[in-house]
T-cell receptor
Framework: GAVVSQHPSRVICKSGTSVKIECRSL??????MFWYRQFPKQSLMLMAT?????????EQGVEKDKFLINHASLTLSTLTVTSAHPEDSSFYIC???????????FGPGTRLTVL | QKEVEQNSGPLSVPEGAIASLNCTYS??????FFWYRQYSGKSPELIMS????GDKEDGRFTAQLNKASQYVSLLIRDSQPSDSATYLC?????????FGSGTKLNVKP
């Protein structure tokens, strides 16, 4: 149980284009989803927290107009990187948890490369 | 000051030895603590969670929590080369997880 999927696993795009990453909880209701970014040899950096049906809460320094997060259902959240630039190239990982539980389950991650 | 601090390592141990990983946290309100293992290029996977002072054992892994000292540790007994990875410590409070920078563990055959 407690499986989280992400799609796509890898994406290469041209600078200036937008990329959408999907995060799905397959066997539980994810009332809260987290989006992280990880640069090489660095730790996870929380970008935003999204609760189903509410606007996402972004961490300081994360541009909400650049990283659009939608959490419209209890099993799906999406992260759209708008007008991507090479500096946005990173490993994006989502996680999900249910209700008041303090256990988060990670998706496999999406490696974004912006040319 | 970072919320959760870890020594970045690398920590090198011979196969079969005990690996000891340490973590400190700054927020006394943190409610629960987690150890994740992350292989290169992969997302983290949960190894252990611990909520109360003392030790918690699961197979070869033992997590230790000392809330007075704001200290969490992970012991890996009979270390195997497959344990070579980066170990992330996390503290949870108010619906948010705070991660340390991770300790890289190398287990030498």
């Amino acid at each position: 149980g407690a499986v989280v999927s992400q799609h796509p696993s890898r994406v290469i795009c041209k600078s200036g284009t937008s990329v959408k990453i999907e995060c799905r909880s397959l066997d539980f209701q994810a009332t809260t989803m987290f989006w992280y970014r990880q640069f090489p040899k660095q730790s996870l950096m929380l970008m935003a927290t999204s609760n189903e049906g509410s606007k996402a809460t972004y961490e300081q320094g994360v541009e909400k107009d650049k990283f659009l997060i939608n959490h419209a259902s209890l099993t799906l959240s999406t992260l759209t990187v708008t007008s991507a630039h090479p500096e946005d190239s990173s490993f994006y990982i989502c996680s999900a948890k249910q209700g008041a539980s303090d256990t988060q389950y990670f998706g496999p991650g999406t490696r974004l490369t912006v040319l | 000051q970072k919320e959760v601090e870890q020594n970045s390592g690398p920590l090198s141990v011979p196969e079969g030895a005990i690996a000891s990983l340490n973590c400190t946290y700054s927020d006394r309100g943190s409610q629960s603590f987690f150890w994740y293992r992350q292989y290169s290029g992969k997302s983290p996977e949960l190894i252990m969670s611990i909520y109360s002072n003392g030790d918690k054992e699961d197979g070869r892994f033992t997590a230790q929590l000392n809330k007075a000292s704001q200290y969490v540790s992970l012991l890996i007994r009979d270390s195997q080369p497959s344990d070579s990875a980066t170990y992330l410590c996390a503290a949870y409070n108010f619906n948010k997880f705070y991660f340390g920078s991770g300790t890289k563990l190398n287990v030498k055959p």
